[in-house]
């Protein structure tokens, strides 16, 4: 991302120590809520690699995502890593970098098996987006590159074969954040893939040149690499699933062609006005954000302004980089939360109903902190399992000038977390020095999902031009919990993506929507996850199928992760924790 914020420069904010508050403000005791366990989990073998350190072109800058799946359905998550390129790689002169699939070994550690799994991309890479096309019950994953993307068919037996020349989803140039989904409720995930720069390798925008003016090309006066602004935009694509392995591109048809061809980072199908349809939300580099309600006809109503989500409160478009959606006022309601550039705060859009949005960073508590960051990665998740979801940030710089001069921000910088007060605001979390959250890194995409079954949310970090970071949710909460994977009956996409799922227990109804893409370029766990707090019983789970179809069901325990297929009602019971206690941890 190279365009600079529209919310004027601030003055710098340092710590103690007279460090930028973006790599420091440390504490020296408080709650451990993460632990960084990357080493140790083994995923330090891998490395991110994108351009050079100066970083003379955006195409660098970007960094790129994490996809969160069950690749092998044996009921642990495990964890797809996109990586950059290089010069000397396009250029057939060096073997291009590999992304990575750690394979989960149930023991806490992961193994890179994308060489034999087939799936080492081999491009430009920047987004992922994991979701079941061909309705077969296992797992998809589509990477979104500079020049062709891959669409990974999941062939059952730990391997992949790209399909995405079939599929007729390769586009070209310069694709990013994608997001699965079945648009038009034939049963059917869809795909949607936003585009970013049209952008030429062998004329990249340099200052002063007709690309792009001197002013595209500066932050606070500092001669930088140049764009997104006064560079054209790529075009956003829809794809209609056409049941048969081959996808036809309904841009046009369906009203979403971005005609505008705005910067397009991240994109989440979700239904944002409860009438059982998915609608679609992009966030944009530097220029409005989209967002379109589903008609039901095939067609979507462009609703970004009308909507309140293409602006900042201010009536300024932002740095859209992340979003993520969630109900964290607990009013079955979904709110989206969005990163933003250094110089500007991270906007937080309450759901007034209706898919009508109003911004209230400020309000709730979580725009003053974030000002310096320059924000990537985003979640609502509830950490602490109180049943409030929480935010957590992921952040890094794009120029790295910024450590020579004193601005209060730097190339590398840590997350941001924020804890619900349950009263429509949030606490921000500082970081215990040694924890996860002093973590001060060049962060980009983040995925968030259980991925020791243990019923606390993990994070895994794709960090640029360096090892990714996995941060163990270790908090020392005593709340129960519980998790839900769902498979679509046939009328219903298998993997149940665009499901939303209302859980009541002690009084409170909490929402959780099985979805597609979002963070930053990245896809998260697709099992819904409910903190309980202190109550021990849950009252009802309905569930709002993509099909129309409504299930009522009653858990019989907690704790636990249950399968649910559509219709059946509980097929599967998964309770690690009974497996330490030596009791039976899986019943039928």
């Given amino acids: 991302m190279g365009g600079n914020s529209t919310g004027g420069v601030h003055a710098p904010v340092h710590d103690a120590e007279n460090r930028p508050i973006t790599a420091g403000g440390f504490v020296d005791s408080g709650p451990v809520i993460f632990q960084d366990i990357s080493k140790q989990a083994g995923l330090t073998t891998w490395h991110h690699q994108m351009g050079i350190p100066e970083k003379q072109f955006i195409i660098e800058t970007n960094g790129s995502g994490v996809g969160l799946i069950d690749y092998d359905n044996d009921g642990w998550l495990d964890i797809y890593l996109v990586n950059g390129s290089t010069y000397e790689a396009e ?7 590999h992304a990575a699939l750690f394979h989960n070994n149930h023991d806490g550690t992961f193994t890179n098996v994308a060489e034999k799994a087939g799936v080492t991309n081999d491009r430009w890479g920047f987004g992922v987006a994991i979701g079941d096309f061909d309705n077969d019950g296992w797992p998809d994953i589509f990477v979104g590159n500079f020049g062709k993307n891959r669409l990974y068919r ?62 595209g090309c500066q932050f606070r006066g500092v001669s930088t690499m140049c764009g997104p602004r006064g560079l054209q935009g790529e075009h956003d694509h829809l794809f209609h699933n056409n049941g048969d392995g081959t996808f036809a591109d309904v841009s046009e048809k369906a009203g979403v062609t971005d005609p505008n061809a705005y910067y397009g980072f991240s994109s989440i199908f979700v239904d944002l006005n409860n009438d059982g349809k998915v609608d679609l939300i992009v966030a944009d580099d530097s220029t409005p954000n989209y967002l379109y309600i589903n008609k039901g006809n095939g067609t979507f109503e462009d609703a970004s302004y009308a909507s309140g989500f293409a602006l900042n409160q201010d009536g300024r478009e932002i740095a859209g980089m992340g979003i993520a959606v969630g109900d964290y006022q607990n009013n079955g309601l979904l709110d989206i939360v969005a990163t933003d550039f250094s110089d500007d705060y991270k906007v937080l859009y309450h759901n007034d109903g209706d898919a009508n949005f109003t911004d209230v960073s400020y309000h709730a508590g979580i725009a003053q902190e974030g000002i310096p960051f320059l924000g990537w990665g985003v979640g609502f998740l509830d950490y602490d399992n109180d049943g409030w979801k929480d935010i957590l940030m992921v952040n890094g710089h794009v120029y790295p000038q910024v450590d020579k001069y004193d601005w209060g921000t730097s190339f590398a910088e840590r997350p941001l977390l924020y804890h619900n007060l349950k009263n429509q605001k949030f606490e921000y979390v500082p970081p215990v020095k040694g924890t996860g959250l002093a973590d001060v890194i060049p962060g980009r995409g983040a995925a968030f999902g259980d991925l020791f079954n243990d019923g606390k949310i993990d994070v895994v970090i794709n960090v640029l031009d360096s090892t990714p970071v996995l941060l163990r949710n270790v908090n020392a909460d005593t709340h129960h919990w519980v998790e839900l994977k769902l498979i679509g009956g046939p009328k219903s996409p298998r993997d149940a993506v665009g499901t939303a799922v209302y859980l009541t227990a002690g009084g409170i109804k909490r929402r959780d929507d099985v979805l597609s893409g979002g963070s930053y370029l990245s896809s998260n766990d697709q099992r819904v996850h409910f903190g309980l707090g202190d109550t021990a019983k849950v009252d009802q789970v309905e569930i709002h199928w993509p099909s129309g179809f409504v299930e009522k069901l009653s858990l019989p325990n ?22 330490k206690s030596g009791k039976e941890s899986k019943t039928k």
Avoid: M
């Fill in 154 to 215: 999941n062939n059952h037996d730990g391997t992949f074969t790209d399909v995405a020349e079939k599929a007729g989803v390769t586009l070209g140039n310069w694709s990013t954040g994608a997001t699965f989904g079945d648009y038009d409720g034939d049963g059917k995930l869809d795909l949607f893939v936003p585009g970013y720069i049209h952008y030429d390798f062998n004329n990249p925008p340099v200052p002063g040149t007709k690309s792009v003016s001197f002013s």
């Fill in 558 to 579: 907690i704790d636990r992760i249950y399968t649910v297929q559509e219709g059946k009602g509980i097929v599967d019971e998964l309770c690690v924790a009974c497996d």
């Fill in 91 to 97: 250029q057939g002169k060096a073997t291009a970098p």
